[in-house]
Nanobody, 129 residues
Framework: QVQLVESGGGLVEAGGSLRLPCAAS????????MGWFRRAPGKEREFVAA????????FYADSVKGRFSISRDNAKNTVYLQMNSLKPEDTAVYYC??????????????????????WGQGTQVTVSS
């Protein structure tokens, strides 16, 4: 069982930046891909970004493309979400997720909630206008 712990959330002004780390432990050798999702107040959880554990393939939601960047440090078993040019509509609880089973199809598959086996508890990001 993989455990995931997010951190780095907080309050930031519009236009600012934050970096969210997600530390994985317990069976990290078996992780195939990781993703970030978010849930804004009153809305369903939505996909933000995903990366294959190799780090070669990434995929982003249109709403964050060009502003957010996902990366991983396998030596530290950590995935990062770098968020730049933040907007008030980016306010949400951000969740990290991990998938164990291999998947060799379109990266769009990793936009689905059910593509992942393990989830973190989330970290709050609030962007003020």
């Amino acid at each position: 069982q993989v455990q995931l712990v997010e951190s780095g959330g907080g309050l930031v002004e519009a236009g600012g930046s934050l970096r969210l780390p997600c530390a994985a432990s317990g069976g990290t050798f078996s992780i195939y891909a990781m993703g970030w999702f978010r849930r804004a107040p009153g809305k369903e959880r939505e996909f933000v970004a995903a990366v294959a554990w190799s780090g070669i393939s990434t995929f982003y939601a249109d709403s964050v493309k060009g502003r957010f960047s996902i990366s991983r440090d396998n030596a530290k078993n950590t995935v990062y979400l770098q968020m730049n040019s933040l907007k008030p509509e980016d306010t949400a609880v951000y969740y990290c997720a991990a998938r164990i089973a291999h998947y060799y199809g379109d990266m769009k598959f990793f936009t689905r909630n059910d593509a992942y086996d393990n989830w973190g508890q989330g970290t709050q990001v609030t962007v003020s206008s």
